[in-house]
Nanobody
Framework: QVQPVESGGGLVQPGGSLRLSCLAS????????MGWYRQVPGKQRELVAA???????NYEDSVKGRFTISRDSAKNTVNLQMNSLKPEDTAVYYC????????WGQGTQVTVSS
């Protein structure tokens, strides 16, 4: 397996929460910083959260204080806890290597709507 596998998306009301999970191959996960990206139709994919192999994190300004990225080395997973969701968070979310992404997975759709 080379492509990450994302899961956990869905439809949620504004103010709600979702937890995304990404399973990556051990060879990718072990030696790379990982991140969550998102894309809406007609726009470029953007990086919203990143985590280093040492656990250092960085967030795009619009999600600071609402999103939390974490990684589980035993399971080769990268998670994104999303709280206080807003309609503008609606997008397809992908995980991948940071800063130079490898092969993209299918992503998981997050829709924030009342």
């Amino acid at each position: 397996q080379v492509q990450p596998v994302e899961s956990g998306g869905g439809l949620v009301q504004p103010g709600g929460s979702l937890r995304l999970s990404c399973l990556a191959s051990r060879s990718i996960f072990r030696f790379n910083a990982m991140g969550w990206y998102r894309q809406v139709p007609g726009k470029q994919r953007e990086l919203v959260a990143a985590i280093t192999t040492a656990g250092g994190t960085n967030y795009e300004d619009s999600v600071k204080g609402r999103f939390t990225i974490s990684r589980d080395s035993a399971k080769n997973t990268v998670n994104l806890q999303m709280n206080s969701l807003k309609p503008e968070d609606t997008a397809v979310y992908y995980c991948n290597v940071v800063p130079n992404p490898w092969s993209w997975g299918q992503g998981t759709q997050v829709t924030v709507s009342s």
